[in-house]
Nanobody, 125 residues
Framework: QVQLVESGGGSVQAGGSLRLSCAASGRTLNRYAMGWFRQAPGKEREFVATIRWSGGRIYFADSVKGRFTIFVDNAKNTVYLEMRSLKPEDTAVYYC??????????????????WGQGTQVTVSS
């Protein structure tokens, strides 16, 4: 079973940057896709970005395209979400998730079966 632990959240001013980390453990992830999702107060959880653990198939939500980067460090068994030019509307709890490569599209929450505990990101204007 895969376990995921996020870190790196915090409070920044608009225009600032943060790097979120998601450390994975428990089994090999070569046939997994990793996703980042976020949930703002009073809103549904939404897709942010995804990448295959082995690389490739990188997609971003339109709202973060050009500002966020996702990448995997295999040596550290960690997937990162690099966030730049942050806006107040990026404020949310950010979750890391994992899904099998065979579990359907990587942009849909329903296809993920392993989730981290979440990390808070707050962007002030």
């Amino acid at each position: 079973q895969v376990q995921l632990v996020e870190s790196g959240g915090g409070s920044v001013q608009a225009g600032g940057s943060l790097r979120l980390s998601c450390a994975a453990s428990g089994r090999t992830l070569n046939r997994y896709a990793m996703g980042w999702f976020r949930q703002a107060p009073g809103k549904e959880r939404e897709f942010v970005a995804t990448i295959r653990w082995s690389g490739g198939r990188i997609y971003f939500a339109d709202s973060v395209k050009g500002r966020f980067t996702i990448f995997v460090d295999n040596a550290k068994n960690t997937v990162y979400l690099e966030m730049r030019s942050l806006k107040p509307e990026d404020t949310a709890v950010y979750y890391c998730a994992a899904k099998s490569d065979y579990s359907g599209s990587a942009i849909y929450i329903r296809n993920y079966d392993v989730w981290g505990q979440g990390t808070q990101v707050t962007v002030s204007s």
